[in-house]
């Protein structure tokens, strides 16, 4: 599958920008992302004391805490529901690549090649049902909402933006643009890298704002046409046209509008299917009752999990206890000043 990014407008800005906004995050990217990065040299993930996986966990906490307390930042995390049936197939081959990836890590191991290994551990992350429950009970005691989507995050993530609940939707992928978001920020990371485990190599990152009205302005088109752009090079839910990359779609659909209109040499190399696939993007199923409220930590529940059932240091549950507490109060004294200021 190609991407839209070759043609999307996107302006670099600071952490800073986002003080005071709430953005809501795709969960399950970004424990992705955590399960990928957070490792033993070897390229092992970190385990509790039963051997189960924290990395997501560590990640989440510190991360989410982090944000919250220095730039404040305000995290709504949604998890992905039950996947549309088109996606199967593309879920399918991610599969297929994460157990290839796995015996490549364990074939490195066994030669004592540690660089390859770990490049190769970055990309066989499984996120199972069990972490997910971990990072949303982490939430739940950490007082941070989380919502759960009907089905694609993004989808529900960028309806809520649509809405103006949230002022941003925060993932790496585009998919939340083609749903309609007004805007998409990509990179919220302090660290400001990112490991690229094809090429070995550490990459500076730094945060980035794509503003879906700028796109569609600055390339002379409507979300509509976006989105079929997307379907000719491949989406989670089709596969593209061989030969046709983002430039060539966007020179297409700008002559021919729309793919019922392109050539017949083209067209019939388009899924038959291709209004299904649109019309996923124009009009996702979502759960449009939903809360986004902040509570108080709920500080010995989280100490008990943290430490008793998932192995964190006394030391670091303290840290992030402690963040919380801040977090809450700054918050506490904000929703005051609004209340004053009516």
Known sequence: MSSIAPIIDRRKISLNYLRGKVIAFDANNMLYQFLALIRMPNGSPLRDR???????????AYRTTRIM????????????????TLKREELEKRREARDKASREWIEALRRGDYRTAFSKA?????????????????????????????ADAEAQAAYMARKGDVWAVGSRDYDSILYGSPRLVRYITISGTDFLPSKGVIKPL????????TVLKNLNINRRQLIDIAILIGTD??????????????KLIKIYGCIEKLPSNILEKIPKNFN???????????????SIKYRNPRKEELYQFLVEERSFSREKAEKIIERLEKISFKLRQTSIDLWLNK
Do not use: C, Q, W
């Open 237 to 250: 839910f089709n596969k593209g046209v061989y030969g046709i990359g983002p430039k060539k779609a966007l």
């Open 276 to 290: 299904e696939v649109r019309n996923i993007f124009l009009n996702p199923r979502v759960i449009k009752e939903y």
């Open 206 to 213: 730094t945060p980035e704002l794509i503003e879906l009205d």
């Open 50 to 60: 039963e051997g189960r996986v924290t990395s997501h966990l560590v990640g989440l």
């Open 122 to 150: 970055v990309v066989s992350s499984r996120l199972t049902s069990s972490m997910i429950n971990d990072a949303k009970k982490f939430l739940d005691l950490a007082g941070i909402p989380y919502i759960d989507a009907f």
């Open 69 to 84: 307390l220095e730039y404040d930042i305000r995290p709504v995390f949604i998890f992905d529901g039950k996947p549309v």
